[in-house]
Nanobody, 130 residues
Framework: QVQLVESGGASVQPGGSLTLSCTGS????????VAWFRQAPGKEREGVAC?????????YYATSAKGRFTIYGTRGNNTVYLQMDSLTPEDTAVYSC??????????????????????WGQGTRVAVSS
């Protein structure tokens, strides 16, 4: 198990950028895949991005995140990041990171089963508005 703490959430204007951090009690990528999820008010939780460093670095994104979000991190580093660019009001949500066993994909789109992720952070809030 690993304890995860997110940070970096803030209020930003549309078109702005934000980088979220997910810091583990130990280097999460040494042992697990790491993903970012988000949940907007009144909506279901959505998997946003996932990274695995087994056999090389592999990253996967939800359709809503492709081309705008970047997940990155390395072995031996306690922090995994989510860089978010070109933010829109639809990106407003609580963002959580999680450590798990696999990045499930369907046609190269991140399509997670939350049951694959055993350790979760408490979340950090992102609000995009003018």
């Amino acid at each position: 198990q690993v304890q995860l703490v997110e940070s970096g959430g803030a209020s930003v204007q549309p078109g702005g950028s934000l980088t979220l951090s997910c810091t583990g009690s130990k280097s999460p990528l040494d042992y697990w895949t790491v993903a970012w999820f988000r949940q907007a008010p009144g909506k279901e939780r959505e998997g946003v991005a996932c990274i695995s460093v087994s056999g090389g670095t592999h990253t996967y994104y939800a359709t809503s995140a492709k081309g705008r979000f970047t997940i990155y991190g390395t072995r031996g580093n306690n922090t995994v990041y989510l860089q978010m660019d070109s933010l829109t009001p639809e990106d407003t949500a609580v963002y959580s990171c999680a450590a798990g066993v696999v990045c499930r994909v369907t046609q190269w789109v991140f399509s997670p089963d939350p049951a694959d992720f055993r350790s979760w952070g408490q979340g950090t809030r992102v609000a995009v508005s003018s």
